[in-house]
């Protein structure tokens, strides 16, 4: 029950990131926890009304994810972080292909928990931050069945114009940090080029899983 309850919660806080509507000038004025509340309300609610999303459509959840996507998550940031140091000697080529080949392996990978959606709500906790802090952390938890489970976001907003989301924590496991381990390993072995590789392959073998 906790593997499931935690891989839903992954779907959440990733869905959170790709499948809630445009916030405009709104993300200037709310508060990053007043953020994270409406969009994870809207996406709970858009999931439960849309059977294409509750079935994994691909192409359905693929084009929200590039509809909305930038509003509402530093991508660019995420990727980085979990491709680490090498990053930095990247081109520009192979950056753009390592967001664009992370992005379609994670959409992938939580299709198929979005049918696990049923009667969870997010209760989010008070936000403990100054009011100047351009990086804070919102802290949550998802509400149904059985215990609990905790569900982090890491939000900033360093430019001014809204807050975006950039890591996220379930069960004390941070997704970014999660995924430079298993990309170093690729790293290692083939280096960019080999990780963006091995993104594909992982997305071809999970379109496969899925069409089962």
């Known amino acids: 029950m906790m593997q499931r309850r935690t891989l839903a919660a992954w779907m959440l806080a ?35 009304a849309d059977p294409e999303l509750r079935n994994g459509n691909i192409a359905r959840i693929s084009q929200l994810v590039d509809t909305v996507v930038m509003p509402h998550v530093n991508f660019r940031k995420m990727t980085s972080a979990a491709v680490g140091p090498m990053w930095r000697q ?8 390592l967001q664009q080949e992370f992005k379609n392996m994670l959409i992938r990978t939580y299709a198929g928990a979005l049918k696990q959606v049923s009667d969870e709500r997010v209760e989010v906790k008070p936000l403990r931050a100054a009011p100047g802090d351009t990086d804070v952390l919102v802290r949550t938890e998802v509400i149904g069945k059985g215990e609990p489970v ?35 390993q690729e790293l290692n072995k083939g280096g960019i080029d080999g990780l963006i590789q091995a993104l594909a392959n992982r997305t071809m073998s999970l379109e496969a899983k899925n069409a089962k």
């Open 14 to 48: 990733t869905s959170a990131m790709w499948m809630a509507g445009p916030v405009g000038a709104q993300a200037a004025v709310e508060t990053p926890d007043a953020l994270v509340k409406r969009l994870s309300a809207d996406v709970l609610e858009t999931i439960k």
């Open 90 to 97: 990247a081109t520009h080529e192979q950056r753009e292909r």
């Open 150 to 184: 905790q569900l982090d976001f890491r939000v900033e907003n360093g430019d001014g114009k809204g807050w975006k989301i950039y890591n996220m924590n379930v069960l004390g496991v941070w997704m970014v940090e999660t995924y430079r381990t298993q990309f170093a």
